[in-house]
């Protein structure tokens, strides 16, 4: 996944030449390796199809949980990202597709008749994909088989995904007309504020900003930016900035082509002691040491920090255990 470098159990399945339009994924994350991820705003079409364990996904300012077998569409111009996984960890299946390869073409009838006003509606940023016996599950049935005929690129897979893929959009479109969302304007506002945001910071992340920047871009006072950002996001401007910017630089870290000194000056961070102190501080161990684990050079464990989940069970189970009598332990 392009500029997704959490995780080294992430395999692209699609190839654009060969099928241009769709793009197919299949992650299989450690517990660990949720919560440091930033918001993804991208113009495709998303898909979320859980094969094992539960994701919970933030699509704007709300969060949805799928378990095995449910999923997620995510309507193209809004705001996500994975935020948590119960147990350890899960694998899922996500898809990026763009509106042409979904219809006929930009001014194809099926793309203007079927396609153009779900993917335009702003009533109707995300669906919830239930599992079996739902009106959905047909859904569900077509990402699934998307995913295996990706997987395994048999004679004129290619077909057969654009087949599938046609299956799905179907029942997308049949959940909108039999829906007819009618968000409140206010919520509508509320996602338009926060796309505006992380638009801003993801377009300049690699340049020194201060909060009046941000604001007046984003046309707010100063408080009120902060106010909203902590609550929808759950961490202050620059708590996320700095986030996005170990996130983006990632590619450079792992793939060793750069001195540590030259991957922090790229992404806007003073030099590389700088960047260190900040890498450890949002994933919970030294740049050197992730790069290691991530290519399995002698550091078996994953090494990021514990998300608020584990921490919450490890201080029930601590608490627990003392207070328990001693011939119980």
Avoid at 80 to 98: I, K, Q
Avoid at 201 to 229: D, N, P, Q, W
């Amino acid at each position: 996944m392009s500029g997704f470098f959490i995780g080294r159990n992430v395999k692209l399945l699609t190839d654009e030449t060969q099928s241009p339009g769709i793009r197919i994924w299949r992650l299989e994350l450690e517990q660990r390796e949720f919560g440091h991820m930033s918001f993804r705003l991208e113009e495709q079409l998303h898909f979320l199809y859980v094969e094992r364990g539960s994701v919970t996904c933030q699509v704007n300012q709300e969060k949805e949980t799928a378990e095995a077998g449910e999923g997620i569409f995510i309507n193209r111009g809004n705001a996500y990202r994975f935020v948590s996984s119960a147990g350890n960890g899960c694998t899922f299946l996500l898809f990026a597709v763009d509106a042409n390869y979904v219809g006929d073409g930009p001014q194809g009838i099926l793309t203007e008749k079927y396609v153009m006003p779900v993917a335009e509606s702003e009533n109707f940023p995300y669906l919830k994909l239930e599992g079996r016996g739902s009106s959905q599950e047909d859904i569900l049935t077509g990402l699934s088989y998307a995913g295996e005929i990706a997987k395994k690129k048999e004679c004129c897979y290619e077909m057969e995904l654009k087949s599938a893929v046609y299956r799905v959009w179907s029942g997308i479109y049949r959940e909108f007309v039999r829906l007819n969302p009618s968000l409140k304007r206010s919520a509508c506002r509320e996602a338009e504020k926060m796309k505006k945001m992380l638009s801003y910071l993801h377009s300049h992340y690699k340049e020194k900003i201060t909060l009046g920047e941000m604001a007046a871009y984003s046309e707010v006072s100063s408080g009120e930016y902060c106010r909203f950002f902590k609550r929808r996001m759950e961490q202050t401007p620059f708590e996320y900035l700095q986030a996005y910017r170990i996130e983006q630089s990632m590619p450079q870290l792992l793939e060793k082509t750069e001195s540590i000194t030259e991957v922090a000056l790229r992404h806007g961070f003073s030099g590389s002691s700088y960047y260190s102190e900040t890498f450890k501080k949002e994933m919970g161990c030294s740049p050197g040491d992730y790069r290691k684990w991530y290519r399995g050079e002698g550091i078996r464990e994953c090494p990021l920090k514990k998300t608020a989940e584990e921490e919450t069970v490890r201080s029930r189970t601590a608490w627990g255990r003392d207070s328990m009598p001693a011939h119980l332990l």
